[in-house]
Nanobody
């Protein structure tokens, strides 16, 4: 059973920083793209950042220059460093990963349960 466990959210003041982590566990034979999405109250889920297996990255327009995504392939973990946080960054942040469970040929997209980030003074 493959699981993604995301963590690191919390309450931070505007201009502050947080680092989110998402670790994959279970019997895994391969991992491709990993990423972060977010969903604010009353809004649709939106892309925050993606990182491929060779560490190419893609960011949503609203976070470019402030957020940095990275990964540790040995630990099957993806990180999101969030700097210069704004109140409009408040949302539940979800990680995802395209993972090939051991014994399967295809990759499957898994999601974490989400971690709340609140930016407020």
């Amino acid at each position: 059973q493959v699981q993604l466990v995301d963590s690191g959210g919390g309450l931070v003041q505007p201009g502050g920083s947080l680092r989110l982590s998402c670790a994959a566990s279970g019997s895994i034979s391969g991992t491709k793209t990993m990423g972060w999405y977010r969903q604010a109250l009353g809004k649709e889920r939106e892309l925050v950042a993606l990182i491929t297996s060779d560490s190419s990255t893609n960011y949503g327009d609203s976070v470019k220059g402030r957020f940095t995504i990275s990964r540790d392939n040995a630990k099957i973990t993806v990180y999101l460093q969030m700097n210069s946080l704004k109140p409009e960054d408040t949302a539940v942040y979800y990680c995802n990963a395209d993972v090939r469970p051991t014994g399967l040929y295809n990759y499957v997209r898994y999601w974490g349960l989400g971690t709340q980030v609140t930016v407020s003074s």
